[in-house]
């Protein structure tokens, strides 16, 4: 359905102002949406950890407000001055600053710049692409750096850290669906099941890990996926095999990184830094024709779950409480 000047749309909206930080759900008009060259009618969108931190107020996230928060979305277009995207093209968004300095997906509507849009891909639908998500996609990009330092199946385990969180578990089901032995990390014992499920070989609680170690220690793993950071991904990097890769992409854990360059120059260790923030469109493409590929709806299903947009406050609160696993889709028309 094309929009019309008067359309009138539900979204989650952040304002800082006299009265304090707050995030609440609102109805807001077609006339208020920032510039853009494409206008989408969004239908899904998803609730990050990033989200969760600009909803709660937690990070220094957003810098600009109101804000309407949701760094995926995946919607039909409305209309388009872009000659990349007509109206009824299917597109979706990952990144590039929405949700932090430009309105998101956690609404029935978004415009946008058609320099941040790809087309969806055919083979997914809608809900598909939104249960992937920018987790999905995160750890797509991660797989595929350490595809390009060389990391086979034969290569030895790959250690997947913060397990239980979005990245994580489709970490270890696309690692796990392309051959590899998952070792998974968590600090939560109790859902092992359910990264066992996901294809993890073995569990092990995130202790073994998180505190101040060694700068040098046993060789356990050939690679890993990191989405912890500081000690944890120190010790990591302690633990990694000779020539093995290490692929960063989040710092739940913190942003410092008390290491050494041991690892890196009598092991021969690389630490590859993943952006799916400002990441060019031809790496997105890509990522997104792997993901295409090699996601099935028992992986999605394993993972994911949905909310409607009422229940988004809410649920920030319990992600940011860690109360939360794996990917949690939003239908903003519900």
Not at 131 to 147: D, F, N, P, R
């Amino acid at each position: 359905m094309n929009a019309t000047p008067d359309s009138v749309f539900k979204a989650v909206q952040i304002n800082k102002d006299d009265d304090g930080y707050r995030a609440e759900l609102v109805s807001l008009s077609r006339d208020a949406l920032p510039d853009g060259d494409v206008e989408v009618q969004v239908q899904y969108s998803t609730l990050n950890y990033k989200d969760g931190l600009a909803i709660t107020g937690k990070g220094p996230v957003v810098r600009r407000f109101p804000m309407v928060p949701g760094i995926d979305l995946v919607g039909t277009v409305s209309a388009s001055s872009s000659d990349e995207f007509a109206v009824g093209d299917e597109v979706l968004l990952n990144g590039f600053g929405v949700g932090e300095v430009h309105w998101g997906g956690l609404a029935g509507m978004a415009r946008l710049s058609s320099d941040w849009l790809i087309h969806k891909p055919a083979g997914l639908a809608a809900r598909q692409t939104m249960a992937i998500g920018t987790a999905g996609y995160t750890a797509m990009l991660c797989v595929q750096a350490l595809e390009n330092h060389g990391i086979t199946p034969a290569s030895g385990d790959v250690l997947v850290t913060g397990a239980n969180g979005g990245v994580g578990s489709f970490a270890i089901g696309l690692l796990t669906k392309l051959g590899y032995r998952v070792v998974a990390s968590t600090g939560r014992p109790q859902e092992a099941d359910y990264l066992k499920q996901l294809g993890a070989a073995e569990v092990i609680d995130r202790t073994e890990l998180s505190e101040p170690g060694k700068p040098f220690q046993k060789e356990r793993w050939a690679a890993a996926v990191d989405s912890v950071g500081s000690h944890t991904l120190a010790n990591v990097l302690a633990s990694t095999r000779y020539g093995g890769t290490v692929a960063a992409c989040g710092l739940a854990q913190g942003a410092e990184l008390p290491a050494t360059v041991m690892p890196f120059i009598l092991r021969g260790v690389t630490l590859a830094g993943i952006d799916s923030v400002m990441r060019p469109k031809a790496d997105r493409v890509e990522a997104w024709r792997r993901l295409e590929q090699l996601v099935s709806d028992d992986m999605l299903n394993g993972i994911s779950h949905e909310i409607g947009l009422a229940e988004v406050v809410d649920t920030a609160g319990r992600l940011m409480a860690g109360q939360v696993r794996g990917r949690v889709i939003v239908d903003v028309n519900k």
